[in-house]
């Protein structure tokens, strides 16, 4: 299985007009490889929704899991996805009015 | 000082007179208006709350708007209400928003303090000056939304915007709500209970008056600048699904509260989230007054129940469904329907259901206990069936659910009291106690009971800053941070939604400046947060409170998460322990709790100092 399995909730949901994908992979790749990767998909600058021009988090706007973990935005790249992983593109979580 | 109106009514309803009180420039600066009026009131008003029985004539009902109320202010148009809270014993709070806070305001009030009990039924009507109670015999007996559009049809204008409680208040249900214009509540501890047990229906205002701010071409461009941002990706969420945005992420990340908090996923998960309601449920999105979000997803059902229409939010969604083990959105928007209609906190009444759901199940509490009623986890009608007894307090069903998840616990006990979900007697609200752990300590410190608006501490733990799953020391300063910064919101008042679009405490103080002419920096009004928590703490070490009741319940310890993301996830006690002392040491508190005098005094509460403080 040389697969990533990529969900999307909210307005990725809209912008992939799926639940979720199976990405193919051959070996391991970075967090910021694969939303690169997935932005070229879509046609859209997907990495713009995680970090600002100026490499800041884009928390207070989105969030990624990986295997059920939220992930550091600001540290994509060090982060590895490998076959068989499940990632979530998420709106961040809207709490407390 | 411009901002405030500078006057509050005091109402006796045992002698049906008014008086006015006077709003000061100290009590400004030191308290801001709100949560910080509140504390100070109630501290002030019950100087042995221990001794008060929160149903009785002897508690006081106090409201309180902010500065901000009634000005152009991004999404300050609040009002607050305050007593000792029936279903917690301890500082009761509420907040509510619409229009209800810019016409108390523009009627020339900051606040209204009641005192005694009306013999008969009464509503409060304020038009400006002119301040009447009327007789409320023909509303007893109403649901809100009735009350509202009789008052109305009485006065003979719409344009008095009106709060009032339902059935579920006058039978001084102690999860009873405050509902203003339908869909707005003053939600939690019970305050709509104490308004019944003073015999007050309903508080009807009309403003006619302008408030006066002292920088109105500066204000105007600040706010201009914040209207922008608050159209920025900060708030994005809230406008296209609302918070029941919240539904298919927590699920993912197995902090979705199902089946009593026995699990942290929930397999309908998709059928109750916020994309599947805006697609079929969702007939209109409306926003406060003044408000450049708009939030509010009103709901209307589809097939079952049809017509039955509701306002859904993240913690009215999470607790009514998934909590209760139900996936149909027709369901949850009838559920939240008879809770706002009847009046009760839609929180708490999932929460309560569905720890009676599992009694139920394990054979605790029988089908005649349970009136009849199969209550089994996922039985919709079973739920609305449970809801409207528990409001009109009908049957032993109805009545042990009125009394809120511990006090209904320790009644049935049997063990089950080991899977009542709160603190403090505060039902817990839509966070998974063991998949968000600094999520849970600021719930367990809070000085409401489990409370999920004191602190924001669940964002560290969603935003994957920390180890979710875990607790350290330096939480403590997190959640300490979080509460002194929520606290000064929660004064102003502003909505939470906004904070993301504020840069510093820095714009909170200029926000505050240009509205009052009162100077004010950052580090002020961050300080004049922590005067405001230590001093509702104060009021609750009187009611008795110390660090044995600032702990989640024992399934946060004991019962490890079965879901696959989090499978095992428990807190240990040991580390819960050494995060709670970091907390207390952020705080200047003793290992027990209670606040130091030298904190105490440092904050300017001397009073309290002598009265509650502790050698450090």
């Known amino acids: 299985m040389n697969e990533i399995r990529v969900e999307f909730i909210g307005r990725f949901r809209e912008l992939f007009k799926v639940k979720s994908i199976s990405f193919p992979v051959d070996s391991s790749i970075s967090l910021l490889k694969l939303v690169e990767e997935l932005g070229k998909k879509a046609g859209v600058d997907l990495v713009s929704h995680f970090l600002s021009p100026r490499g800041e988090s884009m928390d207070e706007y989105s969030l990624i899991i990986l295997n059920g973990n939220p992930v550091d935005l600001t540290r994509l790249d060090e982060y590895d996805v490998k076959p068989g992983d499940r990632v979530v593109l998420s709106p961040s979580v809207a709490g407390g009015g | 000082m411009k901002g405030y109106a500078g006057k509050y009514l005091i109402v006796d309803l045992s002698k049906g007179k008014t008086s006015v009180g006077r709003v000061d420039e100290s009590m400004a600066l030191n308290y801001i208006g709100g949560y910080g009026f509140g504390a100070r009131t109630l501290y002030d008003m019950l100087p042995n709350p221990a001794q008060v029985d929160p149903l009785s004539p002897e508690n006081v009902l106090i409201w309180w708007t902010g500065p901000l109320a009634g000005t152009l202010s991004s999404a300050g148009n609040k009002y607050s209400v305050f007593a000792k809270s ?8 509420g907040i509510s928003s619409g229009l209800f806070a810019s016409e108390f305001k523009s009627a020339g009030w900051d606040g209204i303090v009641f005192t005694g009990r009306a013999e008969k039924p009464v ?52 999860l009873a709500n405050i509902t203003n214009e339908r869909n707005r ?25 302008d408030v006066e701010v002292a920088d109105i071409e500066g204000l105007v461009r600040f706010v201009a600048d914040l209207n922008e941002r608050c159209q920025g990706p900060a708030t994005e969420k809230y406008r296209i699904y609302g918070t029941p945005a919240n539904i298919l992420v927590h699920n993912k990340l197995g902090c979705l509260p199902s089946y009593n908090f026995q699990r942290g996923t929930f397999e309908y998960a998709e059928e109750v989230s916020g994309e599947m309601m805006l697609k079929t449920h969702v007939k209109k999105i409306i926003a406060c007054a003044g408000c450049p979000i708009a939030c509010d997803h009103v709901n209307q059902a589809r097939e079952l129940y049809s ?23 027709d369901v949850i928007t009838k559920a939240v329907e008879i809770c706002d209609t009847l009046g009760v906190d839609t929180i708490s009444a999932g929460n309560v259901v569905g720890w009676a759901m599992e009694c139920y199940e394990k054979g605790i509490l029988s089908k005649d206990e349970a009136d009849g009623i199969d209550l089994r986890f996922g039985n919709g009608e079973a739920l609305l069936e449970a809801l409207r007894r528990l409001c009109l307090k009908e049957g032993k069903l109805g ?19 080991r899977f009542a979900v709160h603190c403090k007697g505060l039902e817990w609200a839509a966070y998974e106690l063991r ?20 602190s924001g501490s669940y964002q560290v733990d969603v935003k994957g800053q920390v180890d979710r799953l875990r607790l350290d020391r330096s939480r403590g300063k997190i959640v300490y941070e979080g509460e002194n910064l929520y606290a000064v919101i929660d004064s102003l008042i502003i909505c939470k939604f906004t904070r993301g679009i504020f840069k510093s405490a820095d714009e909170l103080a ?23 928590h230590n001093l509702a703490r104060c009021f609750n070490v009187k009611c008795g409170i110390s660090r044995k009741d600032d702990y989640p319940p024992p399934r946060a310890f004991e019962d490890p998460l079965p879901d696959d993301v989090v499978k095992g996830a428990v807190i240990k006690r040991e580390e819960y322990e050494e995060a709670l002392d970091g907390y207390y040491e952020c705080r200047g508190w003793s290992k027990d709790g209670i606040p130091t005098k030298r904190k105490l005094l440092e904050l300017g509460l001397v009073k309290e100092a002598e009265e509650v403080g502790v050698e450090a």
């Open chain 2, 86 to 93: 029936p279903l917690t014993g301890i500082f009761g709070f």
């Open chain 2, 307 to 329: 017509g039955a229409i509701s306002s859904v939010d993240y913690e009215s969604l999470a607790l009514l469904g998934p909590n209760c083990g139900i996936g149909s959105l």
């Open chain 2, 435 to 454: 998949s968000l752990q600094t999520s849970t300590l600021g719930f367990a410190v809070s000085n409401r009971g489990a409370d999920y608006l004191r």
């Open chain 2, 510 to 532: 200029r926000l505050y400046t240009l509205v009052t002419g009162l100077s004010m920096t950052g580090e002020q009004i961050i300080k004049a947060g922590e005067r405001i």
């Open chain 2, 123 to 174: 509503y409060l009507m304020v038009d400006d000056d002119n301040v009447e109670l009327r007789d409320a015999s023909q509303l007893w007996g109403r649901t809100t939304w009735e009350t509202e559009e009789m008052i109305k049809e009485e006065l003979g204008d719409e344009s008095f915007t009106v709060a009032s409680i339902g059935p579920a208040g006058e039978r001084m249900v102690k």
């Open chain 2, 185 to 209: 509540q003053v939600g939690r501890c019970g305050l709509g209970a104490v308004m019944g047990s003073k015999n007050l229906k309903a508080v009807a205002i009309r403003g006619t008056g």
């Open chain 2, 399 to 417: 009545n042990l659910l009125a009394e809120g998840v511990r006090r209904a616990s320790q009644i049935l006990g049997r063990g089950s009291e």
